[in-house]
C-alpha cells in the first residue's frame, strides 16, 4: 500500500487551477442524458464519481458498477427507474452497506419498478426502467439531500410531475437549491411553493450549452492551508469560482474569514475566468461554534484547521457524516489522536475540542477509502514536516489533481 511522506514549504505560493465541481456535473449529466440531447455539458469534472456516471450514461451495461461513487448510486437509481429498459446497478462493498431503502421506497410509491438483489435497503438493486405517473410525495427533510435530489431530477419526466413535500428539518438545503438551479438552467419548470414543499411541472429538460463552474469544495483545502502559514507568507490564486455560487460550500469563504484568511475576487472581465486571492490576516477567533447541516462536507476540513490552529470548537449538524465513505466521525476522532488532539463525540452529530491533547504517535493517518480525509489531513504537513498519509490516491474521487497541485506550490512528496 502506497504511503506519501510529505513535507511543506515556508511559504505558500500558487496559481491553482481546481477541478470542476462534481456536485454541478453530476446533475448536469443526468439532465442532459434526461433531455436526450446532443450537447454535453463543458468542463465536466474528470474525478472518479462523474467518470463512473458519464460510462455508465454512455453504454448502459446490463450490470452497472458506479464503485464508491455514492452520488451515482443514488442519482442513477433514480435515472434508470425512468429510463426504459432493465438494469441491476451495484458498488463496492462499503457501498453495498450504505443504506438507501428511503429513495427505493420512494421511487416505488411514485411508480418504479425495483426489487433488491441481495439484502433489504441496500445495493445492489434490479430496476425495471418504465414512464412514471408521478404525483405528490411525503419524505423526511433530514434524509440524505442526495435522495431528494434524484427524485426532483426526474420530475419532469413525469406524467403528473412531482410535488414533494418534506417533513421535519431539512438538512442540506443549499444542495437541494443547487438541484433546482441546474435544473432551471435546462428549462424545467420547479421551484419552492413553500418553505417545505418543491413543485416540478411535467415539462422536458431542453438541450442547450452548459458551462460547469469550479469547485468551491476543492477549494476548501487551500484555504485551509492558508490558515496554516503566518501572516504575509501566503499567495494563492485559485480560478474558476464563482462569486455568488450555488454551491453549498461557497460558504467555506465565510468560515475561513474567522480562521484569518482573507477571500479576494477578481474584477469579471467578459471570457475570462473568476480568479480568488487568498491571503493571511492576522486574527483568527478564540472558539468556533458552528452548524454544518447545509455544508456537512467541509466538516473536516474545519476540524482539522482548528485543531492545527489551537482553536477549540463545537460543531453539530453532522449526522450525515456517519454514513459517508466512512463514519467520518470516527476517523477524524482516531487519526487526529495520532497527531496528539483528543476530541469527542457526542451523540451521532456532534463533536467537540476542549483543546485537549496527548503525546502524539505521528503513525500514519489512515484514509479509510475517504478522500476528504486525505486532503482535510495533508495540510497537517505544515505543522508537523514529514507527515505520513496511507492510500493518498484515494482523492481521485473529487480532485485527482491534488497532489500535483501541492507539487506546483513547493510541497515535497515522497513515496
Not at 454535453?40 to 446490463?62: E, G, H, I, Y
Not at 455514492?70 to 446497478?89: C, K, N
Not at 465565510?254 to 480568488?276: A, D, K, M, W
Request: glycine share 6%; hydrophobic share 40%.
Amino acid at each position: 500500500m502506497t504511503i506519501y511522506d510529505i513535507t511543506a514549504p515556508h511559504n505558500l505560493d500558487a496559481d491553482i487551477t481546481l477541478p470542476a465541481s462534481k456536485s454541478i456535473s453530476n446533475r448536469a449529466l443526468i439532465i442532459h442524458a434526461l433531455s436526450g440531447g446532443e450537447i454535453m455539458p463543458d468542463n465536466l469534472s474528470d474525478c472518479d464519481d462523474t467518470r463512473v456516471v458519464k460510462a455508465a450514461l454512455k453504454t448502459m451495461p446490463p450490470v452497472i458498477d458506479i464503485q464508491a461513487a455514492g452520488t451515482a448510486m443514488r442519482f442513477m437509481t433514480a435515472y434508470l427507474s425512468v429510463t426504459p429498459g432493465e438494469h441491476t446497478i451495484t458498488g463496492t462493498e462499503r457501498m453495498r452497506h450504505r443504506p438507501i431503502g428511503l429513495l427505493v421506497d420512494a421511487l416505488r410509491m411514485l411508480g418504479a419498478d425495483i426489487s433488491y438483489s441481495g439484502e433489504q435497503g441496500y445495493p445492489p438493486l434490479h430496476i425495471c426502467g418504465k414512464k412514471l405517473p408521478g404525483g405528490k410525495l411525503e419524505i423526511p427533510g433530514n434524509i440524505s439531500s442526495q435522495f431528494i435530489s434524484a427524485l426532483l431530477l426526474i420530475g419532469p419526466m413525469m406524467h403528473l410531475g412531482l410535488t414533494l413535500h418534506l417533513t421535519g428539518e431539512i438538512v442540506s438545503r443549499p444542495y437541494i437549491d443547487l438541484t433546482l438551479w441546474v435544473m432551471k438552467s435546462y428549462g424545467a419548470d420547479v421551484d419552492w411553493t413553500g418553505t417545505d414543499t418543491i413543485e416540478v411541472k411535467p415539462k422536458p429538460y431542453v438541450d442547450r450549452p452548459y458551462l460547469i463552474e469550479n469547485d468551491w469544495s476543492a477549494a476548501s483545502y487551500w484555504y485551509e492551508m492558508a490558515a496554516l502559514y503566518p501572516e504575509n507568507e501566503v499567495r494563492v490564486t485559485l480560478d474558476g469560482l464563482m462569486n455568488g455560487s450555488r454551491q453549498g460550500d461557497s460558504v467555506v469563504r465565510y468560515i475561513y474569514s474567522l480562521l484569518g484568511v482573507r477571500t479576494q475576487f477578481s474584477e469579471p472581465h467578459s471570457n475570462q475566468p473568476t480568479v480568488v486571492k487568498l491571503s493571511r490576516h492576522a486574527d483568527h477567533v478564540d472558539n468556533l461554534t458552528y452548524d454544518f447541516i447545509n455544508c456537512p462536507d467541509l466538516a473536516q476540513t474545519i476540524v482539522c484547521t482548528c485543531c492545527a490552529l489551537n482553536v477549540p470548537f463545537t460543531f453539530t449538524g453532522l449526522n450525515s457524516l456517519r454514513i459517508k465513505e466512512t463514519d467520518r466521525l470516527e476517523a477524524l476522532r482516531k487519526e487526529l489522536l495520532k497527531l496528539g488532539y483528543i476530541i469527542d463525540i457526542e451523540g451521532d452529530d456532534k463533536l467537540t475540542w476542549s483543546g485537549a491533547k496527548c503525546e502524539p504517535s505521528f503513525e500514519a493517518i489512515d484514509t479509510y477509502d475517504d478522500h476528504r480525509m486525505a486532503m482535510a489531513f495533508a495540510p497537517f504537513a505544515i505543522k508537523f514536516p514529514h507527515l505520513h498519509i496511507r492510500n493518498p490516491q484515494v482523492v481521485s474521487k473529487s480532485y485527482p489533481g491534488f497532489w500535483n497541485d501541492l507539487k506546483t506550490a513547493w510541497f515535497n512528496i515522497n513515496e
